[in-house]
């Protein structure tokens, strides 16, 4: 008589599914994060700006970016000549070079 032994972990994956909704948010997210990072290829740019660029409502794009910033993907720089609106830029990578 050999029982095999299974892992919890496996016993959870193979009983829980990921829902759809949250396949379909994490998605929305990918691409969101696509376009704000090739908006941002090129040069920093202001929130109205990559609205602009991108297309994308205000307040969904200030999510987003906010959520990238939070995550380290890009960063604030100066603000722009009026005083109203920051510059956000991609955050440069660190190369195995750069670190010595």
Do not use: W
């Not at 297309?55 to 380290?72: A, E, I």
């Amino acid at each position: 008589m050999s029982a095999e032994k299974t892992r919890t972990i496996d016993v959870i994956k193979q009983q829980r599914q990921v829902p759809e909704l949250a396949k379909q948010r994490r998605k929305a997210f990918a691409d969101m994060r696509k376009t704000i990072r090739t908006a941002l290829e090129d040069e920093p740019k202001t929130i109205p700006e990559l609205a602009a660029a991108t297309g994308l409502q205000v307040g969904d794009l200030t999510y987003y970016l906010m959520t990238m910033r939070k995550y380290g993907e890009v960063t604030v720089g100066q603000v722009d000549d009026d005083d109203e609106y920051f510059y956000y830029e991609l955050t440069k990578k660190q190369t195995h070079n750069d670190k010595s």
